[in-house]
């Protein structure tokens, strides 16, 4: 079961029915959903995909996903999960635009990174962004991310694998 998070000014939690339209609104702005996926979908796609979290990955607790909340609103969307892509976990995240410029996005990230070094007892976690995406570049170097191979899209473009190993730093909080 997903559990909940908190950092200093957001929370991460499992989402409920009633952030659907919130969910789908989040989606459906190109700003955000150019970046996720294959891209922006259609309004009925987004409101299938939403469903999907309750009947298919919360029901078998497939993997985490997290509603990002500031202050009671619905602000992003998160996940950690297995992957084929990198034979591992990749971390996830989407923040609405309104949200971006105030470091929330870092604060996601290294939320959900240190979730799966010490929760799921990770060694690695993953990323994967598309190469003109410079904000989250620039976000998953800020916190240890480092570059590991470029995938060839079919499209022509270019996905950067990026990858922050568990190091001593990470282990200090646990050990004290």
Do not use: C
Request: aromatic share 8%; no cysteine.
């Amino acid at each position: 079961m997903t559990p909940t998070l908190r950092t200093e000014r957001l929370l991460l939690e499992p989402y409920i029915p009633q952030d659907e339209e919130d969910f789908v609104a989040l989606f459906q702005d190109t700003r955000v959903s150019q970046w996720m996926g294959d891209g922006p979908a259609s309004q009925d796609a987004d409101r299938a995909l939403f469903r999907r979290i309750f009947t298919k990955v919360y029901a078998h607790d497939l993997f985490d996903v997290w509603a990002v909340r500031r202050d009671g609103l619905l602000v992003g969307h998160a996940e950690i999960k297995p992957t084929d892509v990198v034979a591992g976990h990749e971390i996830i995240y989407a923040l609405a635009p309104a949200a971006w410029g105030h470091g929330l996005g870092t604060e996601a990230a290294q939320a959900i990174v240190a979730y799966g070094f010490d929760t799921l007892a990770l060694a690695t976690v993953y990323a994967t962004v598309a190469a003109p995406n410079k904000a989250s570049l620039t976000l998953l170097d800020k916190i240890g991310f480092e570059h590991v191979r470029n995938i060839a899209e079919d499209d022509g473009s270019t996905t950067r694998v990026l990858a922050r190993h568990l190091t001593a730093s990470d282990e200090a909080p646990l050990a004290r």
